[in-house]
T-cell receptor, first 114, second 116 residues
Framework: EAQVTQNPRYLITVTGKKLTVTCSQN?????MSWYRQDPGLGLRQIYY???????DKGDVPEGYKVSRKEKRNFPLILESPSPNQTSLYFC?????????????FGPGTRLTVT | AQSVTQLDSHVSVSEGTPVLLRCNYS??????LFWYVQHPNKGLQLLLK??????LVKGINGFEAEFKKSETSFHLTKPSAHMSDAAEYFC??????????????FGAGTRLAVHP
């Protein structure tokens, strides 16, 4: 089954404790992206990657890091989480090409930072 | 810059009555537009997309949307609501010139409630 998976689905942590949220897709997509969802704001892009070793900032990158060492994986790293990073996070992937703008989303990771 | 405005944060309908979720967009280019649905505690699922073909786009579960360039609108409709339609709906525009060409810009969402 074609899918995007994220782990963990739920995470409660404390301020300053480094964490990683994993994202993996099995569709051989070049493009991957991370979004955060906050009430009344929709989803906002954090980082994206066009391909292996190619990443760039989205609209809200502060406090986050990413890496793309393999095509299928795109982990999101919070080196020193803070309470304002409490949010619902989605990973997405898509092919690259003309008209290929539909993105496939993972199930989401709900993060609480206390 | 691209942007999306969903005109209603909450919509409530009775089962069996029509659904209308309103969306206006702003785009400097010929846009690609989408509607995604998010059921409680679930990820986002694509309902339908417009990519400069037919202006009336049919999606899954009986939903459809009409692209109106003169009104810069992309409203989502369904003739008859079902209880299972209760969810949050996002209108989305694709920005082909930022975010690695495939950046999605989301509206704030419309929460649809369906009453028996």
């Amino acid at each position: 089954e074609a899918q995007v998976t994220q782990n963990p689905r739920y995470l409660i942590t404390v301020t300053g404790k480094k964490l990683t949220v994993t994202c993996s897709q099995n569709m051989n997509h070049e493009y991957m992206s991370w979004y955060r969802q906050d009430p009344g704001l929709g989803l906002r892009q954090i980082y994206y990657s066009m391909n292996v070793e190619v990443t760039d900032k989205g609209d809200v990158p502060e406090g986050y890091k990413v890496s793309r060492k393999e095509k299928r994986n795109f982990p999101l790293i919070l080196e020193s989480p803070s309470p304002n990073q409490t949010s619902l996070y989605f990973c997405a992937s898509s092919p690259v090409g003309v008209g290929s703008y539909e993105q496939y989303f993972g199930p989401g990771t709900r993060l609480t930072v206390t | 810059a691209q942007s999306v405005t969903q005109l209603d944060s909450h919509v409530s309908v009775s089962e069996g009555t029509p659904v209308l979720l309103r969306c206006n967009y702003s785009s400097s280019y010929s846009p690609s537009l989408f509607w995604y649905v998010q059921h409680p505690n679930k990820g986002l699922q694509l309902l339908l997309k417009y990519t400069s073909a037919a202006t009336l786009v049919k999606g899954i579960n009986g939903f459809e949307a009409e692209f109106k360039k003169s009104e810069t609108s992309f409203h989502l409709t369904k003739p008859s609501a079902h209880m299972s339609d209760a969810a949050e709906y996002f209108c989305v525009v694709s920005d082909p010139y930022s975010g690695g060409y495939n950046k999605l810009i989301f509206g704030a969402g419309t929460r649809l409630a369906v009453h028996p």
